[in-house]
T-cell receptor
Framework: EAGVAQSPRYKIIEKRQSVAFWCNPISGHATLYWYQQILGQGPKLLIQFQNNGVVDDSQLPKDRFSAERLKGVDSTLKIQPAKLEDSAVYLC??????????????FGPGTRLTVL | GEDVEQSLFLSVREGDSSVINCTYTDSSSTYLYWYKQEPGAGLQLLTYIFSNMDMKQDQRLTVLLNKKDKHLSLRIADTQTGDSAIYFCAEKSGYSTLTFGKGTMLLVSP
């Protein structure tokens, strides 16, 4: 079974530029998550989708970050404009979206963003 | 809000046991997890424990939970160089999202 795919793996941009990341979850997984992992920190949830609807985006900086999952499968995360403090690894994860508390998340390899 | 704390670094010799500790603050935590992250890779779920359990053993891994002290530990027996990685403790209460610690870097020397 293929895992969670993400692209690009690495991205270097200058501050104030825009950037987009793509995630393809495991087939059949209804729930998709985007996490931000700053160097030396644990992952922090940015947004959670259930199919194509947003479940939780309370920690997404909505003035510059946006995310969509139009057809309930792939997702894109965009930053516009980027700031230096956005330098981090952006992890995508997916889960079956079971209606029980236990719902294992599977993580992709991440996109490492460097903002200069 | 909820908080998860871990020691930042642990160094052991190959063949020794490793013990990584974690404390959490959310008394309503339902599930507690250990994830492994190797360089350039995503997080891999190693093991988990339900809050109504005290211990769980899975091959070389032993998880101990002290719910009264909100303390979780991961013991790796016969640690190998391939175990070198960052280990994250995480907790989840009910249907809430995962809260991760900052990670413990485990370095295994030959």
């Amino acid at each position: 079974e293929a895992g969670v795919a993400q692209s690009p793996r690495y991205k270097i941009i200058e501050k104030r530029q825009s950037v987009a990341f793509w995630c393809n979850p495991i087939s059949g997984h209804a729930t998709l998550y985007w996490y931000q992992q700053i160097l030396g920190q644990g992952p922090k949830l940015l947004i959670q989708f259930q199919n194509n609807g947003v479940v939780d985006d309370s920690q997404l900086p909505k003035d510059r970050f946006s995310a969509e999952r139009l057809k309930g499968v792939d997702s894109t995360l965009k930053i516009q404009p980027a700031k230096l403090e956005d330098s981090a690894v952006y992890l995508c994860a997916s889960s079956l979206g079971l209606s029980i508390a236990w719902d294992e998340q599977f993580f992709g390899p991440g996109t490492r963003l460097t903002v200069l | 809000g909820e908080d998860v704390e871990q020691s930042l670094f642990l160094s052991v010799r190959e063949g020794d046991s490793s013990v990584i500790n974690c404390t959490y603050t959310d008394s309503s935590s339902t599930y507690l997890y250990w994830y492994k992250q190797e360089p350039g890779a995503g997080l891999q779920l190693l093991t988990y424990i339900f809050s109504n359990m005290d211990m769980k053993q899975d091959q070389r891994l032993t998880v101990l939970l002290n719910k009264k002290d909100k303390h979780l530990s991961l013991r790796i027996a016969d640690t190998q160089t391939g175990d070198s990685a960052i280990y994250f403790c995480a907790e989840k209460s009910g249907y809430s999202t995962l809260t991760f610690g900052k990670g413990t870097m485990l370095l295994v020397s030959p």
